[in-house]
């Protein structure tokens, strides 16, 4: 399978550590979104919407992190991404969406690059949006976990989950954007326990080969 990633991208990272966890291996294809890249018709040919990471699995193209890791989970059951459980498996979809539909959307690039260009926002002021949208959601995504007495290591249990797979890459892109992570203890807790795991090192944005 041929991966399209840019090595800084959350939604490449957390695809990066989906498919580490799966134990897949892909053939790494850079797409230089600090050159618009993504945006070249040679690219668009590929996904149509412009964005990466795509997933190429030799019979069709895949796009949108979101179902890609779903295509996985069908396709690659073990290890699991998602509990045994409606139930768990509701809480876990649930921490995965407040970083991937509520924090994650408006603080991309396409969106902060917008701020720049058509609001006149300077860097101090793309760090304070960053901040305020990732602590809005970070502090949820603590108190759902802090209420969690069966929780484990992780922010479900003692595996990694698809939580985990999409906490990561926010987490780094909190560091990135000057967020002070000493307010969420239980979060950066859990950002150590993957941080030990060598899918999550092979996955991290400074390991890529466009790095």
Same mark, same amino acid.
């Given at each position: 399978m041929k991966l399209y990633s840019f090595f800084r991208s959350g939604t490449s990272h957390r695809l990066r550590i989906a498919l580490n966890l799966k134990g897949i %291996?892909?053939?790494?294809?850079?797409?230089?979104?600090?050159?618009?890249?993504?945006?070249?018709?040679?690219?668009? %040919?590929?996904?149509?919407?412009?964005?990466?990471?795509?997933?190429?699995?030799?019979?069709?193209?895949?796009?949108?992190?979101?179902?890609?890791?779903?295509?996985?989970?069908?396709?690659?059951?073990?290890? %699991?991404?998602?509990?045994?459980?409606?139930? %768990?498996?509701a809480h876990v979809r649930a921490l995965?969406?407040?970083?991937?539909?509520?924090?994650?959307?408006?603080?991309?690039?396409?969106?902060?690059?917008?701020?720049r260009k058509q609001f006149g926002a300077n860097e101090d002021a793309i760090n304070a949006w960053c901040g305020h949208w990732i602590s809005e959601g970070f502090d949820a995504y603590e108190a759902l976990i802090a209420a969690d007495k069966t929780r484990g290591r992780f922010s479900f249990g003692d595996t990694p989950t698809l939580a985990d797979v999409y906490l990561i890459p926010q987490v780094e892109s909190a560091r990135r954007f000057n967020v002070d992570l000493g307010r969420w203890p239980l979060i950066s807790a859990i950002d150590k326990a993957c941080g030990e795991m060598e899918a999550f090192k092979k996955a991290a944005p400074m390991a890529q080969p466009d790095a």
């Open positions: %291996a892909t053939d790494y294809t850079a797409v230089d979104l600090r050159v618009d890249e993504q945006q070249k018709e040679a690219f668009k %040919a590929i996904n149509p919407q412009g964005l990466v990471p795509a997933l190429d699995t030799g019979e069709q193209v895949l796009i949108q992190s979101p179902a890609i890791i779903e295509w996985l989970e069908e396709k690659h059951p073990t290890p %699991a991404l998602l509990p045994a459980g409606a139930d %768990a498996r995965a969406a407040i970083v991937g539909c509520d924090i994650h959307p408006i603080n991309n690039r396409r969106i902060l690059q917008t701020l």
